[in-house]
């Protein structure tokens, strides 16, 4: 049974950091990825990795702000958010992708299994 289970979310300050984890079990993936949902939005892509690390994207709004890297030893992979701003609130989820990529992509029709979802709350 496949499972993500993410974690280190929170209320933090603008300015201030967090890191989110994913933790995938019941298979290895191509591609991890994480998207966002703030209420009454659509859920919109954040970033995605390759299982290699290489490739990484982002979406602008995030770019040069968040990291996102892989550990294949634990089957994790980590997004880390510096210079958070109230905008970045968002219920977070971390998603996988099954098929054989080389490039990770930015669609959520992409992405077969999904975390519960984690809360970042950002004040201003």
């Known amino acids: 049974q496949v499972r993500l289970v993410e974690s280190g979310g929170g209320l933090v300050q603008a300015g201030g950091s967090l890191r989110l984890s994913c933790t995938a079990s019941g298979r290895t993936f191509s591609a991890m990825g994480w998207f966002r949902q703030a209420p009454g939005k659509e859920r919109e892509f954040v970033a995605a990795?390759?299982?290699?690390?290489?490739?990484?994207l982002y979406a602008d709004s995030v770019k040069g702000r968040f990291s996102i890297s892989r550990d294949n030893a634990k089957n994790t992979d980590y997004l880390q958010m510096n210079s958070l701003k109230p905008e970045d609130t968002a219920v977070y989820y971390c998603?996988?992708?099954?098929?054989?990529?080389?490039?990770?992509?930015?669609?959520?029709?992409?992405?077969?299994?999904w975390g519960q979802g984690t809360q970042v709350t950002v004040s201003s």
């Open positions: 990795i390759t299982w290699n690390g290489r490739s990484p």
């Open positions: 998603a996988a992708d099954a098929r054989t990529v080389l490039v990770p992509s930015r669609e959520a029709t992409a992405y077969g299994d």
